[in-house]
């Protein structure tokens, strides 16, 4: 093969990691790996009628061509949904796109020249890692405290450092499963404000919190247009839908438009079309509140497991909402050394090493567990393996 051919974006894109999420289906391997939800959790009947009246019956053309804005009614909904969470916004500022992933890459691709600078949350979600590595940006890692990223020393960097825009997850957080507080979401509009940079919202697990009070998104609270805004419906419906939504100013919105045109032209209208139809004719908040239900009761078992089995000297995040724990060791334990060379090949368990969720990959102590798509039977045993494993690694590391 002749990789000197290769755009040198590639010696990025090539170590992030991200094609280890979902491995290809066995009957052995237990992964905690993808932030995969719960399939038996999937309204496949509903769906299935949903697809079945837009296609026999439908009126507004689901096979042919469409503009890459997205269905209005579908638009239309989403800008609804969003008032009734105190997030006001047009018509005109919402573009829907193929997943959240998508927008991820769209942002990048509008914003980022090679060595512009992203702060990112450390650790962060390795698929954002992925889409703004194409672009070659220099990051500027944020460490991630209890109640969100550390926004008294992104200030502090903010005086010597020019950002194009700072990347948060800031509910449920993918990977640690931290909320960022009132108080830190209000300072960070504040410094875009002033130093005059985009705030890029990732927002999916929003409505999986199962414990505590809601907080305003960033996109509600702000008055400037500094925030773009990300949502899923892959999280909360059904991931092979593919289908998300992007939030931002018109002017903005519009550029990203453009740029969607040239890489798809338009998310599919069939899909858009029979998720509005399932929309109209089903209890969306009502499958909401299945999955904080069950989603609960995951992470319910997964923290049972781990304080059942979890040697000395480790620790785990205990999230009100979304996907993940945070698995936290010693210092001196390589949890990407024993994934590769113990758990993975011997004991069949997968996760993800916290060395592919931070940019400069130098935390090597950490993980990151995802409890959704996995049953309790499977979080028990997996999370055994897990532990017995980290025992002699423990012993081995002093």
């Known amino acids: 093969m002749m990789t000197k051919e290769f755009a040198t974006r590639i010696q990025a894109t090539s170590q992030t990691g991200i094609e280890d999420l979902i491995p290809d289906p066995d009957d052995v391997t237990i992964s905690f790996a993808g932030g995969l939800p719960d399939e038996h959790l999937f309204p496949q009947a509903e769906l299935a009628t949903s697809f079945q009246r837009v296609l026999l019956k439908g009126t507004d053309n689901p096979l042919q061509y469409h503009n890459a804005k997205g269905y209005l009614p579908l638009r239309t909904y989403l800008q609804q949904m969003m008032a009734a969470e105190g997030t006001t916004v047009t018509l005109e500022q919402i573009l829907l796109t ?21 702060a990112i949350e450390a650790p962060t979600y390795i698929g954002g890692l992925a889409a703004f590595s194409a672009y070659e940006p220099d990051y ?10 550390d926004v008294d020393l992104l200030e502090q960097l903010l005086t010597t450092n020019t950002i194009k825009f700072l990347y948060t997850v800031p509910n449920f957080q993918n990977p640690t499963g931290f909320v960022m507080s009132l108080a830190k979401r209000k300072k960070l509009i504040a410094l875009a404000k002033k130093y005059h940079f985009i705030i890029l919202e990732d927002d999916p697990y929003r409505h999986l919190r199962f414990a505590g009070e809601d907080l305003p998104a960033l996109q509600a609270l702000d008055n400037s247009g500094h925030v773009i805004s990300l949502g899923s419906f892959s999280k909360i419906l059904a991931p092979g839908l593919r289908l998300g939504w992007l939030v931002a100013t018109p002017d903005l919105l519009t550029e990203i438009r453009l740029l969607k045109d040239g890489s798809d032209l338009e998310t599919p209208a069939i899909i858009q079309q029979a998720v ?3 929309l109209v004719h089903n209890d969306f908040q009502a499958h909401w509140q299945k999955l904080q239900q069950d989603y609960r009761e995951h992470r319910d078992w997964m923290s049972a497991a781990l304080t059942k089995y979890l040697p000395s000297g480790y620790q785990f995040s205990h999230p009100e909402g979304g996907f993940f724990l945070w698995l936290m060791g010693p210092n001196n334990v390589n949890l990407e050394h024993l994934l590769r060379e113990k758990i993975a090949p011997e004991n069949h368990v997968l996760f993800v090493p916290s060395t592919n969720l931070y940019a400069r990959k130098n935390v090597c102590n950490c993980a990151r567990l995802s409890y959704a798509g996995a049953t309790h039977e499977q979080i028990d045993r997996g999370i055994q393996l897990i532990c017995a494993a980290l025992t002699p690694e423990l012993e081995f590391s002093k």
């Open 98 to 118: 193929q997943g959240a992933q998508q927008g991820l890459d769209l942002v990048a691709k509008l914003l980022l020249n090679k060595h512009d600078k992203v």
């Open 140 to 149: 500027l890692e944020i460490p991630m405290q209890a109640d969100g990223l």
């Open 276 to 278: 509005t139809d399932y």
